[in-house]
């Protein structure tokens, strides 16, 4: 396995993580999960959005749940946010989707944002900025790494919202 841009930042601030590789033609959250063998509501997606009037989000969330834009809205203070298209999040991150990573954005004009559902995990499961690749990393260096602030912005999966 060669080295992302995010783990030599997480090698260079001495953070531990624990890197997994599975097939670069996965690019859905959740069959990343089944590939590591890891619940879904672990491996965070990070999605790109854009709060009027242009400033960019990097938004993480669970991969099992659906980002409520109404409530990332009123979370992050905004009138509205819109998903940014495939495109549009390629062009401004300059990684591919499925493997558009905070952590290989960390110094980059984005302001970061980590769903409340990752405080059930000790650890999370998230990009390392290449297809075929992710991080377990701990809750509090990923936010320390990246400034995010805890937000609540998903809608849980109804299995989930019944256990709860």
Not at 11 to 23: E, F, K, L, T, W
Not at 122 to 144: F, T
Request: aromatic share 6%; hydrophobic share 50%.
């Amino acid at each position: 396995m060669h080295k992302t841009n995010a783990m030599r930042l997480l090698d260079a601030r001495g953070i531990i993580y624990a890197p997994v590789q599975y097939s670069p033609a996965i690019h859905a959250g959740d069959e990343v999960a089944r590939s590591i063998g890891e619940p879904a509501g672990r491996v965070f997606k990070t999605l790109v959005l854009v709060k009027e009037p242009g400033e960019w989000l990097l938004v993480m969330v669970p991969s099992d749940c659906e980002l409520n834009l109404r409530k990332c809205a009123a979370a992050v203070g905004a009138k509205r946010v819109r998903m940014a298209t495939r495109t549009e999040a390629e062009a401004k991150t300059g990684l591919l989707a499925g493997g558009i990573s905070a952590l290989a954005l960390v110094g980059k004009p984005f302001t970061v944002y980590l769903d409340l559902q990752a405080l059930n995990w000790d650890a999370v499961y998230i990009s390392a900025g290449q297809r075929g690749y992710n991080l377990r990393i701990g809750i509090e260096d990923l936010m320390a790494v990246t400034g995010a602030e805890l937000i609540d912005v998903v809608d849980l999966p109804a299995l989930r919202r019944r256990l709860a």
